[in-house]
């Protein structure tokens, strides 16, 4: 996907984060999740993260990765089935009329600032 | 220290994007914004769209493309107030840059303000740019597995148009396949079928906008 632009906007985020809570000191390790259907690729996330934090409040951090995986709701057998990726039927009963609840989330969990 | 954030890495561009569409609202002006692959026909659907709204709505374009502004040359061609963006290289447009190109407008002469985005099926499905309605274009050419293919972005989108349907008799493209896929993926998205440099069904499309942008 845009793995590039997802990485700046992630470190700009750290940015906004620590000013808000008027922090200065190094990073070392970032939480993030990355939902099995976010359409984003985590070695390619590495590899921007490698390239592009530094210079970077995010310089030098540990970029822990998190893939909460997804989770389709079925309307009509009521089945809510783990998926790993994209489908469009009901892995239960086949029925095209599922709803995908969750897995889709590109979230910055938690920042962890030297003391 | 551990500094809990919990908060969407887009939140930015998600954020901008609810501004921009805010700011469209006000202006009394309907976004549409139009992807699909290079070279699947969104220029050319534009053409046609401006050909049947001449005499309604006053429409504006915003042309995303890596580089170049031959796009916005054919926009300009038609009469229609064009803002080009080239990204430089990024594989689709962000709100933030949405929010620049609409600012080089005048909104208070504008009623649709199309964002042709840049050819991309994968990166462009990421990024709310404060668009009403988003169309997918696909190619009669393309493929009909297209849409099971990518999915998350005729997942996303309200319509879905597919061009070049005057070249259907040369391949192997099935309308019954794509249609099923599109309902599967998108059950309240219509699917149109247009030729657009015959201008056949383009009329249609356009009155379908048209009628978008009266309900909303």
């Known amino acids: 996907m845009h793995e590039l632009a997802i990485v700046e906007a992630l470190i700009e985020q750290v940015g ?17 999740a990355v939902g099995r259907l976010s359409g984003v690729h985590c070695d390619s996330l590495r590899f921007a993260f490698n390239l592009l934090s ?9 970029l822990s990765i998190r893939e909460p995986s997804a989770i389709s709701r079925c309307r009509q057998c009521g089945a809510s089935t ?30 962890d600032i030297e003391d | 220290m551990k500094l809990i954030a919990a908060k969407s890495i887009l939140k930015a561009n998600d954020q901008l994007a609810v501004e921009n569409r805010q ?18 026909g969104k220029t050319t659907l534009l053409e046609a769209l401006f050909d049947h709204l001449r005499g309604s709505l006053r429409p504006a374009v915003i042309e995303g493309d890596i ?14 107030p064009v803002v080009q963006i080239n990204t430089e290289g990024a594989c689709h447009l962000d709100a933030n840059m949405t929010a620049s190109a609409a600012a080089q407008l005048d ?84 699917v149109f079928q247009v030729a657009a440099l015959k201008r056949e069904g383009t009329e249609r499309l356009t009155e379908w906008i048209a009628e ?5």
């Open chain 2, 107 to 190: 909104l208070t002469d504008v009623d649709l303000l199309i964002i042709e985005n840049v050819g991309n099926l994968v990166c462009t499905a990421g990024f709310d740019l404060g668009e009403h309605l988003r169309i997918v274009v696909l190619g009669a050419t393309e493929g009909d597995d297209k849409a099971v293919k990518y999915p998350a972005i005729f997942q996303g989108s309200n319509a879905l148009v597919i061009s070049k349907t005057d070249m259907l008799p040369y391949t192997n493209f099935s309308i019954p396949r794509i249609t099923a896929d599109m309902k599967r993926l998108a059950p309240n998205a219509p």
């Open chain 2, 23 to 40: 700011r469209f609202d006000a202006a009394g002006v309907f976004c549409v914004n139009v992807v699909g692959s290079p070279g699947c």
């Open chain 2, 212 to 216: 978008k942008k009266t309900r909303r």
């Open chain 1, 54 to 62: 530094p210079g970077t409040i995010a310089e030098g951090a540990e």
């Open chain 1, 82 to 111: 783990e998926i790993t990726e994209l489908v469009i039927d009901c892995p239960a009963c086949g029925s095209p009329e599922i709803v995908i609840e969750k897995g889709r989330d590109l979230l910055l969990e938690s920042i």
């Open chain 2, 67 to 80: 580089a170049g502004s031959i796009d916005a040359e054919r926009m300009e061609a038609l009469g229609v």
């Open chain 1, 16 to 32: 906004t984060e620590l000013d808000r809570v008027g922090q200065k000191g190094a990073v070392n390790r970032l939480e993030i």
